[in-house]
């Protein structure tokens, strides 16, 4: 019998735990981004091409100002490389098809910014 | 003493991989292999690791050449743990863990790895049984969840991995299915149906708006039981409808069917713990559009038995 109640005891244990570990935090970069500034500004993001096939790698740079500054790169469909911390590649494939956004967040001491480009991909020929 | 043989034969197999396994975020979809039901105070705990690998890209039933994805594969800890509230109800939680989920590349003629690990979603289930020791029968039905508390955001060097290559599905995921299953022991021989049906409900995270399809598994099972080894084979159907993403967009490379042959051994070491392996290879798959598919997979592990009333009686 007290077997038992250890048995639910831990049981129930675990599902709280797991149950606290899914409830995520906001995330920091939502809001109160810094204005740009010689001590941090994205200024740009440019890709080498905007709409693409398919594996078809293509580079993307993140034009900055600023010192110490660190990198954060996604996107919602697809693949993204780092080459180095300004540039990355990007490919998409076949169940990427559709209007993607690749998000590059920029950080120093003086706070961060962020900037979103759309690229676009059909299939390969 | 035919219910210690029902206990032993019905640990009919469900398939662990989907036809795209390789290439799809969170847990292995499907059962996860063990459908019979448990009797009152029965207790069971199921621990094993498995490896899948692919480097195969799909065009419909065909291979297809494609020039950047070289191979995919995961390692994967899974662990369970089954508890019987009543003599018709049993409770099933379960959790596993990527050591490993990753994809091997060639960009530019430059080879690079993209690699994640960490907790996949959880899950959990309420079967209901129906065991006739008379008749040598068995069905039962079960409804379940998997939560997606395990790692979404994992990334490399400030670059975020893809979604397929996240340990956690990062949605919410519903299960409902039977069983049925009759044992012979004049013979030791066994059959066994099973069938699974699997709804996922949208991601929302931040640029991320995506849902899996829908899935449905369909498993046959043969199984003879030999002193302490019982020997299993499976074939199994899978099918997956297409996923969604943002703006109601079907994805068409996604979803497909698989046909799939699947062997399992186990053998009884001492009593209450068994030793299990099991084997799949995929004899036809079908996908919708271009996609990487499993090749194959494997698992090792051990199962743990214990009727706590027994315990306690004694």
Redesign the interface.
Known sequence: ?V??HI?WGL?IL??SA??N??CKKD?KYDSNQVQPSSLLSLDSLVPSKRNIH??E?ILILAYTQGENI?????????????KD?SS??Y?A???C??SN?V?CIVENEHGFMKD?LVIHVTY?K | MSRLLWGVAMFFLGIMTSFAQCCSAGNPVGSNGFEEGLTKNQLRFISYFKQSNSDKYYHKDSYFNQPIINSSSFSFWFLSSSYGITKNLSLNSDIGYFFDKSQELTINSSPLKIASSGFGDFGLSLRYNNIDDENNTQWNLFVGSKLPVGAFEEEIDGVLIPLSLQPSSGAFRYNVGGFYGKYFPRTGFGLSTSLIFESSLWIKKEYIIYKYGNYMQYIVNGSYLWRKFLFISSLKMDYRFKDLRDNDLIVESSGGFALIFSPRIQYQVIPNWELLFQFEQPLYRYVNGFQIVNKMSFFAGVMFNLNLCKKNEE
């Open positions: 019998m077997m038992k048995i049981m675990v599902l797991l149950l570990l899914s995330s398919t594996m790698p660190t990198y954060k790169w996604s996107t919602n469909h697809g693949t993204l490389i780092e911390s990355i590649k490919y494939c076949h169940s098809i559709g956004i998000e979103t390969m």
